[in-house]
């Protein structure tokens, strides 16, 4: 393990990954998220960031991590990841030295324990069931995932697969069940990775020799639960998809729980093997959706209680109402409210939420029809040009009406409008189309699950 580099190494790392932020940063923005912001230790490739309060830890985390990583990586070579430590401005200002990570935490600060992922395992201790909120977008996937609980590896939802858009807490989802797996069952072997650090551990392996690559075998086909994340990165990935392959018949068939997680439906995941798709077939796949209105008050209600946070009702209810998007999305812009609460000392008024909301909350996409016809029509592999022409193929029929669908059900364009811009179709044929799918959705979740693919991608 390396040493850590010393203090006037690390400000001055700090000072120039700063310099670059603000060039591509607001001035507000920047003040404030990385005011009293510092690099405390490295440590083995890691660089401790410590910050002020929680509310920046997140922000930090949740929006800007990857340019931070990014930053860093660039200014030194030996950088392959971050962790957020809240600390003491007042008694890093006053000891003018190093930080000590195995110092008793002061009051205040988090145990340090709690700020690392168990290097054994890979689980986040913070991932739990007790603050997963549940609600319709997200029901199928936990009632499968407390079905495994009940009877590790010897279930019908194994393999489980998870599947979704990003930031809609698949990852917080599959770390519980082994989080609890571990509380429940001490003796079993529990590991979460993702895909990308198990092709570069099989990479590493290859690279080291035949001795290595047993090791790497015996490693994941020991393990009672497998927990993979982001499966979608092992896409073109030949070789890894082989060993993945292997291993999972070998846990499968000594009744090993297997999970995984994609941002996809596994048919629907660029050049991944056959045989892949059909073993993660074998088992349970659900898919998480964006949270509904009920569900995005719920979350917003309890990630603001865990942070002793109680602002006026019309606050939460109009973040809820105003905001659309993912989970992650949410907390950030609660963290922000949160924030500038804090710096005001006072709760802010829902005038003073409005503009921070529409300033900050991500922009919805604007899009055209042609936009809508081109995304149904680069799922399904058919030229956009087929869908307009006046023809009755079944390769084309079905996009035609799918692309109809979506544009009613979820752009509320009008029946007339959709059968001009589609090819010039009487509104009749648009209604007739529209009903089918929706009639046909209900009776063959495949086709369900090919509309929810599509519409994940807008």
């Known amino acids: 393990m390396s040493s850590p580099n010393s203090t006037s190494e690390n400000t001055q790392l700090w000072e120039r990954a700063l310099s670059e932020f603000e060039g591509d940063l607001s001035r507000a923005n920047f003040s404030t998220w990385f005011k009293n912001t510092t690099i405390l230790k490295q440590d083995d490739g890691i660089v401790f960031v410590g910050v002020p309060n929680e509310f920046v830890k997140d922000w930090l985390q949740n929006k800007f991590h990857k340019m931070i990583l990014r930053s860093l990586r660039n200014l030194s070579e030996n950088i392959r990841g971050i962790e957020y430590t809240v ?14 990570l195995q110092n008793t935490p002061q009051e205040g600060e988090l145990p340090l324990a709690n700020l690392y992922v168990n290097r054994e ?43 979704g858009s990003t930031g809609l807490g698949k990852t ?49 086909r020991n393990y009672d639960l497998l927990i993979m994340d982001d499966i979608q990165f092992l896409s073109n990935k030949e070789k890894t998809q082989e060993e993945l392959f292997h291993i999972f018949n070998e846990l499968y068939h000594n009744n090993k729980q297997i999970i995984f997680s994609s941002d996809k439906h596994p048919n629907y995941i660029p050049a991944l093997e056959s045989r892949l798709k059909s073993r993660f077939s074998a088992g349970m796949i659900v898919d998480v959706q964006e949270p ?48 500038q609460s804090q710096i005001k000392s006072r709760n802010l008024t829902l005038n003073e939420i409005k503009p921070f909301i529409k300033n900050t909350a991500k922009p919805k996409k604007m899009l055209s029809v042609k936009d809508i016809v081109k995304v149904v029509c680069d799922f399904y592999n058919i030229e956009e040009s087929f869908v307009y022409e006046k023809t009755r193929r ?22 007339p409008t959709i059968g001009q811009k589609l090819g010039g179709r009487d509104h009749t044929t648009v209604m007739h189309s529209c009903e089918k799918v929706k009639i046909d959705m209900k009776n063959d979740l495949s086709l369900m699950q090919e509309v929810d693919q599509i519409r994940a991608m807008f």
Not at 173 to 196: C, D, M, W
Not at 306 to 332: C, H, K, W
């Open 394 to 415: 079944k390769e084309v029929v079905k996009p035609r009406q799918i692309a109809m669908f979506i544009l009613r059900e979820d752009f509320n364009i009008s029946y």
């Open 121 to 163: 395992d890979g689980l986040n201790q913070r991932y739990t069931f007790d603050n997963f909120i549940i609600g319709s977008f997200n029901e199928l996937a936990y009632t499968a995932a407390q079905a495994i609980l009940k009877k590790v590896g010897t279930n019908v939802y194994n393999p489980l697969f998870i599947y």
């Open 172 to 220: 917080h989802l599959i770390q519980a069940v082994g989080n609890e797996v571990k509380k429940n069952h001490p003796s079993k072997r529990v590991f979460y990775t993702t895909s990308e650090k198990f092709s570069v551990d099989y990479i590493n392996s290859v690279s080291q020799g035949s001795k290595a690559m047993v090791v790497f075998k015996n490693k994941y």
């Open 292 to 339: 509904e209105y009920e569900s995005r008050l719920a979350i917003l209600r309890a990630k603001a209680a865990t942070q002793n946070f109680f602002p006026p009702e019309e606050i939460i209810d109009y973040l809820a109402s105003s905001v659309q998007g993912n989970i992650r999305e949410l907390e950030g812009l609660l963290n922000g409210i949160i924030c």
């Open 87 to 100: 600390f003491r401005v007042e008694e890093k200002k006053q000891e003018k030295k190093e930080l000590s």
